[in-house]
């Protein structure tokens, strides 16, 4: 019953995805982390299905492009016995946490939202609240979880300039006329 419910859902969120990732254990460390696969630049909106336990934590990799504007939002899947306090951990391709998340989504769930400087593979950790440093220990938390991670371009200024300048020349010309 838990599964058909977890599996319906999956496929409504599908429907905006591009990339699904049902996560394989083991994937506890960077090196062994599930990937999304994806090569080409934004806009894209990836999908992660997993689950906690204590001594768990999930990694997943993906591929970042500079100047991309990246948000990952840790979901509470509802069919979930308890309360799910993720911790959400966003590292560079070399394995350097780079920016870490307890509670920025709703409830106590974790939310991240990144701009991307250069170009590469980054790895995203999911875990529960009280495992600061990734490997597992140290949290008490049992949870289904989606991991929706998606990425825009961010308009380059000169672009912006650029559409500034147009709209300027079309008032101009509705003026005239
Ligand atoms: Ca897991
Ligand atoms: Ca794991
Ligand atoms: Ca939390
Ligand atoms: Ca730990």
Redesign the pocket.
Known sequence: MQKTILILMALGAVAAAQAVVFEIESNNTTATANSFGRMTPAPFADLGIGRVTPGD?DFYSVMLFAGESLNVSVTQVPVNPATFDSYLGLFDGGGTLIEADDDDGPGLVSSITFDVLSTGTYFLGV?GF??????????SETANYFLTVSAVPVPEPATMTALGLGIVAVLKRRKKS
Do not use: E
């Not at 009280?130 to 949290?139: K, Q, R, T, W, Y």
């Open positions: 934590v875990t009280g495992d600061s440093n990734f490997d597992g220990i140290g949290h």
